[in-house]
């Protein structure tokens, strides 16, 4: 398809999940397809306030190229179409630091053992600029409408890129909101989280506003999530239901929430590390603070979703510890890890947790082996350096990078008043 659009804009997601970008003219987009435009190598180790992590093998010497697929192209308003960018080497090799790739692979992984994914993004957010306080209420009708026209906006714009967003709704926080994306295969769900990211964005401006994706966007508000819904099938059939275990599960179903639950803890540097993810990560905020799961337990870091008239996309589990700070091509990546390695070994169901876990006595959540999400960046890079998980689905390079990137965050950041750093990075994982 030829795209009649004036700029043509390409884009990879970094390791401190900020989005890079090169544009051209419309008549350069053959290039951007076939050869792709440079970017040093230091592009994946930016950390989040824009300071750089150099590695041995991704430093200012050496070059890649972003390329795009001209199919992949979305127009998104004003002349202007955007693709989604995979990391190639001069010799048009597939760069090991490829964010995309490691997604796609992961896919492939699943696939040879009959085995497929479909996941579901929940996008939160806050607008700044043009919400009055006196005027907000949580989740409140008024809330909703008195952002009418942007929501009206956001819509059209969201049906010309073919983004399918099936739910908005305001949010708890002043200023926040929602919207629900349709279960897709994990690589068109992850474009998918960016696209809407830039709709929003760029939907907000046009109404003098601007959009946050920041997990704490206000000193003492409430966090930004990005959770992430997957269902899995085996040889077409699901594992969340029609099966003998909890909720309908099959054996495979528990034990792809078993490994999940086994190797979150290990992954957290992947899914929520930003110097701001642990303001969020908190219990009773619905973040997902402790390690469980739960039928429609908000609480829990694992949300199990059974299958029911009230679930027209079938059963699933939300992952709620994610944040908007993480590269949601990764964070999908490791996450089908853990569960295909739960599969793979047959892992058991842990208990399930009804109740909010912090509620419960210390004794109580040792007995359940229930613990807390890492939130300390040591703790959090020493378990992502050990993950067999992460080891397999990342490999090396990605890892190393995102440890040195990780920890110069740690360096920069920890010294830094509260209210600084949430002001210095509220729109780092804007577009």
Request: glycine share 10%; hydrophobic share 45%; with cysteine.
């Amino acid at each position: 398809m030829r795209y009649t659009s004036e700029l043509i804009i390409g884009s990879i997601v970094d390791l401190a999940g900020v989005s890079r970008a090169k544009m051209v003219p419309a008549n350069r987009v053959d290039v951007f397809v076939t050869s792709g435009m440079g970017a040093s190598p230091s592009w994946s180790v930016f950390c989040a306030d824009d300071a750089l992590a150099f590695t041995e093998e991704l430093s200012a010497v050496g070059d890649l190229r972003l390329r795009i697929a001209e199919s992949d192209l979305r127009a998104v308003g004003d002349d202007v179409s955007w693709a989604p960018a995979t990391l190639h080497e001069l010799d048009g090799s597939i760069s090991a630091v490829c964010s995309r790739t490691a997604l796609r692979r992961t896919v492939q992984t699943l696939a040879h053992d009959n085995l497929e994914a479909r996941v579901g993004h929940e996008i939160e957010f806050t607008l700044f600029g043009g919400v009055v306080a006196e005027q907000w209420s949580a989740y409140g009708l008024g809330a909703a409408l008195a952002q009418e026209s942007f929501v009206r906006d956001l819509l059209v714009n969201a049906e010309r890129a073919q983004l399918n967003i099936e739910q908005f709704h305001a949010e708890y926080g002043l200023g926040q909101f929602e919207i629900s994306l349709a279960p897709a295969s994990p690589l068109e769900a992850a474009d998918s989280v960016i696209t809407a990211r830039i709709l929003i964005c760029r939907t907000a401006r046009s109404h003098g506003m601007a959009a946050s994706f920041s997990p704490m966007p206000i000193v003492g508000g409430s966090g930004n999530g990005a959770h992430q819904h997957i269902s899995l099938t085996r040889s077409g059939k699901p594992i969340f239901s029609g099966g003998k275990q909890d909720y309908g599960m099959t054996e495979d179903g528990a034990g792809a929430v078993g490994g999940l639950l086994a190797h979150l803890a290990d992954l957290g540097a992947v899914l929520a590390s930003s110097p701001l993810s642990g303001l969020r990560l908190q219990p009773d905020t619905w973040s997902g603070a402790f390690i469980c799961w739960g039928h429609e337990n908000r609480e829990a870091a694992v949300r199990f979703c059974a299958e029911s008239i009230g679930n027209p996309h079938g059963a699933n589990v939300e992952v709620k510890v994610v944040d908007a700070s993480a590269n949601p091509y990764l964070a999908t990546a490791v996450i089908l890890g853990a569960m295909h390695a739960g599969i793979a070994g047959a892992l058991t169901l842990p208990p399930e947790v009804s109740v909010n876990p912090s509620g419960l006595a210390d004794a109580q959540r040792a007995v359940l082996s229930i613990t807390r999400m890492p939130t300390e960046m040591g703790e959090m890079l020493q378990r992502l350096r050990l993950s067999e998980v992460a080891k397999s689905v990342l490999g090396d390079t990605i890892i190393d990078a995102m440890v040195a990137v990780k920890a110069l965050e740690k360096s920069r950041c920890s010294e830094l008043d509260e209210s600084v750093l949430v002001e210095r990075l509220r729109y780092a994982w804007s577009a």
